[in-house]
């Protein structure tokens, strides 16, 4: 079968034009391949460039060098290195999904309505986007009073909860995770990890930046380890025989 | 000359503006494409634009003293699309806004709008009644100041009915019944219809001037700093309200704006202006996690 993502010699550096144009290495020369239905567990200290191998897939930020190949269902094969922002935003609409670390929301808006954005987004009647909306945060033990107030107020397990909810709720073919299950206590993370199995059933491919390494064994294939922007070791297979 | 459809395809530079019905999504509708936008204040000289921009951080010219507002300025928006344009006051981001709504007159470029024959023909150079005619039909502006684009001593229901009048609605029950629901859907108490602008308070005349731009269904919108000097609860309701009236209604949206917390909220896509100039377009994430040119950088690294 073949790839669904497929990053070759990526290479992400900053230039600081405020400090002279000096240069912050993010990662430099990752690259790894990824199925339908399969994750991959990216690991390794803090400032290893995790998280710029997924903010470069989100293209959150400009990729510096190589290719990242994902081949869309609307789009066919489009490298996210360089396609248009157009078609990048046209795929995060229906395709890409990303839980970032920490929740940034419009302020003054609901839970629920958070939830649901990204289905109204999709086009879903309103009714129909908030009742799901609701089903998903249920699941996630959101008390049902919190489901009308922001979450601007919420603790911050709740906080990513509400962040899980809207990825998982449009159900991307791509999904990338950004330390999803780091404040969450024992029984949230064993919600969310059934909630991604689902979900890689479905056939979702997933990039995943993980510290907890026990949740990481129960949902990887593969893991590569990250140290100084490179990627040291590369793991295949490891929840297969499960 | 023959017109034959070379030549044709060539007065549009090629593209066609008004796409068909969407299959894939209504991707590449583009709504608005503005080509090589320029605007200078005062007498100009061979030397304006070669000794202002960002490199000289000026948009003054030395040599004859005018100001270049905006210089090869290049923008699309396509349907359903929110469009950034951020940067410190005097960058020339309002002053585009208010030349694609016609309050002042482009020095120069072109600008293409989808309803408007068909995208093919430069509106910037349209004849006075033509450009009526495109603001009427097609586009929506709210202003930073609430009396720019209201009549104070009209009533509220006045102010919209002035607007449907111009795009051509005729029968008097229509237009209340029009006006009401604009009124509701921009959470203003109906009850308030008769009652005049002046006595509103700031958030409400906002709301009362975005119900009046939406009043024609235009498929372009144009908010210029529509939150600034807001409270922060009030902005928070008045960008909730673009964010829904947007989804819901699928305009073109360009929001003008100083303020990158606005613009992170609003915009898909953002492009970043200083003194007069398109210094960066971007993703409105990757503009402010991953900036790439130096004012960019500045700008971010200032924020609150």
Same mark, same amino acid.
Request: with cysteine; net charge neutral; glycine share 10%.
């Given at each position: 079968?073949?790839?669904?993502?497929?990053?070759?010699?990526?290479?992400?550096?900053?230039?600081?034009?405020?400090?002279?144009?000096?240069?912050?290495?993010?990662?430099?020369?990752?690259?790894?391949?990824?199925?339908?239905?399969?994750?991959?567990?990216?690991?390794?200290?803090?400032?290893?460039?995790?998280?710029?191998?997924?903010?470069?897939?989100?293209?959150?930020?400009?990729?510096?060098?190589?290719?990242?190949?994902?081949?869309?269902?609307?789009?066919?094969?489009?490298?996210?290195?360089?396609?248009?922002?157009? @078609?990048? #935003?046209?795929?995060?609409?229906?395709?890409?999904?990303? *839980?970032?670390?920490? $929740?940034?929301? =419009?302020?003054? !808006? +609901?839970?629920?309505?958070?939830?649901?954005?990204?289905?109204?987004?999709?086009?879903?009647?309103?009714?129909?986007?908030?009742?799901?909306?609701?089903?998903?945060?249920?699941?996630?033990?959101?008390?049902?009073?919190?489901?009308?107030?922001?979450?601007?107020?919420?603790?911050?397990?709740?906080?990513?909860?509400?962040?899980?909810?809207?990825?998982?709720?449009?159900?991307?073919?791509?999904?990338?995770?950004?330390?999803?299950?780091?404040?969450?206590?024992?029984?949230?993370?064993?919600?969310?990890?059934?909630?991604? @199995?689902? #979900?890689?059933?479905?056939?979702?491919?997933?990039?995943? *930046?993980?510290?907890? $390494?026990?949740? =990481?064994?129960? !949902? +990887?294939?593969?893991?590569?380890?990250?140290?100084?922007?490179?990627?040291?070791?590369?793991?295949?297979?490891?929840?297969?025989?499960? | 000359?023959?017109?034959?459809?070379?030549?044709?395809?060539?007065?549009?530079?090629?593209?066609?503006?008004?796409?068909?019905?969407?299959?894939?999504?209504?991707?590449?509708?583009?709504?608005?494409?503005?080509?090589?936008?320029?605007?200078?204040?005062?007498?100009?000289?061979?030397?304006?634009?070669?000794?202002?921009?960002?490199?000289?951080?000026?948009?003054?010219?030395?040599?004859?003293?005018?100001?270049?507002?905006?210089?090869?300025?290049?923008?699309?928006?396509?349907?359903?699309?929110?469009?950034?344009?951020?940067?410190?006051?005097?960058?020339?981001?309002?002053?585009?806004?208010?030349?694609?709504?016609?309050?002042?007159?482009?020095?120069?470029?072109?600008?293409?709008?989808?309803?408007?024959?068909?995208?093919?023909?430069?509106?910037?150079?349209?004849?006075?009644?033509?450009?009526?005619?495109?603001?009427?039909?097609?586009?929506?502006?709210?202003?930073?100041?609430?009396?720019?684009?209201?009549?104070?001593?009209?009533?509220?229901?006045?102010?919209?009915?002035?607007?449907?009048?111009?795009?051509?609605?005729?029968?008097?029950?229509?237009?209340?019944?029009?006006?009401?629901?604009?009124?509701?859907?921009?959470?203003?108490?109906?009850?308030?219809?008769?009652?005049?602008?002046?006595?509103?308070?700031?958030?409400?005349?906002?709301?009362?001037?975005?119900?009046?731009?939406?009043?024609?269904?235009?498929?372009?919108?144009?908010?210029?700093?529509?939150?600034?000097?807001?409270?922060?609860?009030?902005?928070?309701?008045?960008?909730?309200?673009?964010?829904?009236?947007?989804?819901?209604?699928?305009?073109?949206?360009?929001?003008?704006?100083?303020?990158?917390?606005?613009?992170?909220?609003?915009?898909?896509?953002?492009?970043?202006?200083?003194?007069?100039?398109?210094?960066?377009?971007?993703?409105?994430?990757?503009?402010?996690?991953?900036?790439?040119?130096?004012?960019?950088?500045?700008?971010?690294?200032?924020?609150?």
């Amino acid at each position: 079968m073949s790839f669904l993502l497929q990053v070759e010699n990526l290479i992400k550096y900053f230039t600081l034009h405020t400090l002279g144009g000096r240069e912050i290495p993010g990662c430099q020369g990752v690259s790894f391949s990824l199925r339908k239905g399969e994750f991959m567990a990216v690991t390794g200290p803090s400032g290893a460039g995790k998280t710029s191998v997924i903010k470069c897939v989100y293209r959150t930020y400009l990729p510096s060098g190589g290719t990242i190949l994902y081949r869309s269902a609307v789009c066919g094969e489009v490298d996210l290195a360089a396609a248009a922002d157009r @078609q990048v #935003l046209c795929l995060r609409d229906r395709e890409i999904g990303y *839980v970032s670390q920490f $929740l940034r929301v =419009m302020p003054r !808006v +609901a839970a629920v309505d958070i939830v649901a954005e990204g289905l109204l987004r999709q086009g879903r009647p309103l009714m129909e986007a908030r009742a799901l909306a609701g089903e998903y945060l249920r699941r996630l033990g959101i008390p049902r009073e919190l489901w009308d107030a922001c979450p601007a107020t919420f603790s911050g397990g709740e906080q990513q909860r509400v962040n899980i909810a809207r990825a998982l709720i449009t159900r991307p073919r791509l999904l990338l995770l950004d330390e999803p299950t780091a404040s969450l206590d024992l029984r949230a993370r064993a919600m969310v990890v059934e909630m991604l @199995q689902e #979900l890689k059933e479905e056939g979702t491919a997933m990039v995943g *930046v993980f510290h907890d $390494l026990e949740t =990481m064994r129960k !949902v +990887a294939d593969q893991a590569i380890t990250m140290n100084g922007g490179k990627s040291m070791t590369e793991q295949r297979g490891e929840s297969r025989d499960r | 000359m023959s017109l034959s459809g070379y030549d044709q395809s060539e007065a549009c530079g090629g593209r066609v503006l008004a796409a068909g019905p969407d299959s894939a999504g209504s991707v590449d509708e583009t709504v608005l494409e503005v080509r090589d936008f320029l605007k200078i204040y005062g007498p100009s000289c061979p030397s304006c634009l070669e000794s202002t921009g960002p490199r000289h951080n000026t948009s003054v010219c030395p040599r004859c003293g005018s100001t270049v507002a905006c210089a090869g300025v290049s923008l699309t928006i396509h349907r359903g699309e929110i469009l950034g344009l951020v940067g410190e006051s005097g960058s020339g981001k309002s002053t585009l806004a208010r030349c694609l709504y016609f309050d002042e007159e482009a020095t120069g470029g072109e600008a293409y709008l989808a309803g408007y024959r068909d995208g093919r023909a430069n509106i910037l150079k349209a004849g006075a009644q033509q450009k009526r005619r495109i603001r009427n039909h097609l586009m929506g502006m709210v202003y930073q100041h609430p009396h720019l684009g209201l009549k104070m001593y009209f009533t509220c229901g006045g102010n919209i009915a002035e607007k449907l009048l111009a795009a051509g609605f005729c029968h008097v029950g229509r237009i209340r019944e029009k006006a009401g629901e604009l009124l509701r859907r921009t959470e203003i108490p109906p009850g308030r219809l008769d009652d005049l602008p002046a006595k509103f308070s700031g958030g409400m005349q906002q709301r009362v001037q975005i119900a009046k731009a939406l009043a024609n269904d235009p498929p372009l919108l144009l908010l210029d700093e529509v939150t600034t000097g807001l409270d922060v609860s009030v902005q928070a309701r008045v960008l909730d309200l673009i964010r829904s009236l947007q989804r819901e209604l699928q305009p073109a949206v360009l929001v003008v704006s100083h303020d990158l917390g606005v613009i992170r909220l609003l915009a898909g896509r953002t492009a970043v202006m200083k003194n007069g100039r398109v210094v960066e377009t971007g993703l409105t994430d990757q503009i402010l996690e991953d900036p790439q040119h130096p004012y960019t950088q500045l700008l971010v690294s200032s924020q609150l």
